[in-house]
């Protein structure tokens, strides 16, 4: 016998199923926000070791293997007490060289992390010597700043790369050439206009209001004095690398070809670029990448990690703060702060 249905049941039980529902949604949603949430805060107070290879065919055997490590757009962040997880990646990390590729200062200004990084970066068992150069977000090392990070930075060790210098192992030379060096291609026409502009100075005698203005001048006369004695020292068999805080882009790239081209020896010499600035994108997502990057676009790619740029070899770290011209908030999404060891090597790998 066919059953009879109460339409009150038939309505009472299709409610009750739909309010069951809605306080499903209602619980999930607020809690996959709340994980979301955590896991950023996680993730964002954790450092990882990442670890790029590149390969330059003529590397000496004595500097197989040489290895920078490379910290760069801080922005002011800290991990851990006196930056303690840095510090550990760098203890546990061989290196040759560490280099700080800028933006290193907080946005208010504050010094303090900057110099509590290169206190843990130093911590390295290899002693390596600490190399800085300033961001676009960072004060410029003029009169104004030199009691500030500047000062701060020799105080702890570090050495500002205003010019190209160089480090030796096993017998073998490394230069490395501060990116503010690049666009010098004839070094002595800079330093003789320098040398110019501070004999006028001098000649109309102390004045305050020109003294910063004649410190300057002076400091970026012997930056470019120290450059032209030391290119003619680099050798078709050194390892030759440009530490830089913005990547190479192609435009710099054909221009710096050109230099090459024109037989330029210094140019010709080149092995690598290092360089900082984009923090990865700064939001990422998961299997997909960078959502967007100034001047870069959406979805970018050639941001981070090994890349060649019309033939230039180049590495990108993501860094561990916030990029200078990002538009998102403070904080990395998917995207754990980083150190990043570069290490040179004959081998290709594929």
């Not at 060289?97 to 110099?115: K, R, S, W, Y």
């Not at 206009?193 to 910063?212: K, T, W």
């Not at 790619?301 to 590495?315: E, P, S």
Request: hydrophobic letters at 40%; charged letters at 20%; aromatic letters at 10%.
């Amino acid at each position: 016998m066919a059953r009879n249905y109460n339409p009150r049941e038939v309505y009472s039980g299709s409610r009750r199923r739909g309010f069951s529902a809605r306080w499903l949604f209602a619980f999930l949603i607020p809690a996959m926000i709340i994980a979301a949430a955590a896991y950023t805060v996680y993730d964002n107070g954790r450092v990882i070791l990442t670890t790029v290879r590149v390969t330059v065919s003529n590397l000496p055997a004595a500097l197989e293997g040489f290895t920078i490590l490379q910290a760069s757009d801080l922005s002011g962040a800290r991990f851990g007490s006196n930056q303690r997880l840095v510090g550990d990646l760098a203890a546990k990390t061989n290196c040759d060289a560490v280099v700080i590729t800028g933006d290193f200062t907080a946005p208010d200004g504050d010094t303090l992390p900057f110099f509590e990084l290169i206190t843990a970066l130093s911590r390295n068992a290899s002693s390596a010597p600490v190399f800085v150069i300033p961001g676009d977000a960072d004060p410029a090392p003029d009169g104004e700043t030199l009691n500030d990070w500047l000062t701060g930075a020799r105080r702890l060790g570090a050495r500002l790369l205003d010019s190209t210098v160089s480090i030796t192992k096993r017998g073998q030379t490394v230069w490395l050439t501060p990116e503010s060096m690049l666009l010098e291609p004839e070094p002595e026409d800079a330093l003789a206009m320098y040398r110019a502009e501070i004999a006028d100075m001098q000649a109309r005698g102390y004045d305050r209001s020109i003294h910063a203005v004649l410190e300057n001048a002076q400091r970026a006369a012997d930056a470019l004095e120290r450059e032209t004695a030391v290119r003619p020292t680099i050798q078709p068999a050194d390892l030759h690398i440009v530490v830089s805080h913005r990547p190479v882009d192609e435009a710099r790239a054909s221009l710096i070809n050109a230099w090459a081209s024109s037989g330029n020896e210094f140019y010709r010499s080149i092995d690598a670029y290092i360089a900082g600035h984009l923090a990865g994108g700064q939001w990422r997502l998961p299997y997909v990448g960078a959502i967007y990057s100034p001047g870069y676009g959406f979805f970018p790619r050639g941001i981070d990690g090994f890349m060649y740029v019309d033939g230039l070899a180049q590495t990108i770290s993501s860094g561990l703060g916030r990029s200078s011209d990002t538009p998102y908030p403070w904080f990395r999404l998917f995207n754990p702060p980083e150190l990043t060891r570069v290490i040179f090597t004959r081998d290709a790998e594929y």
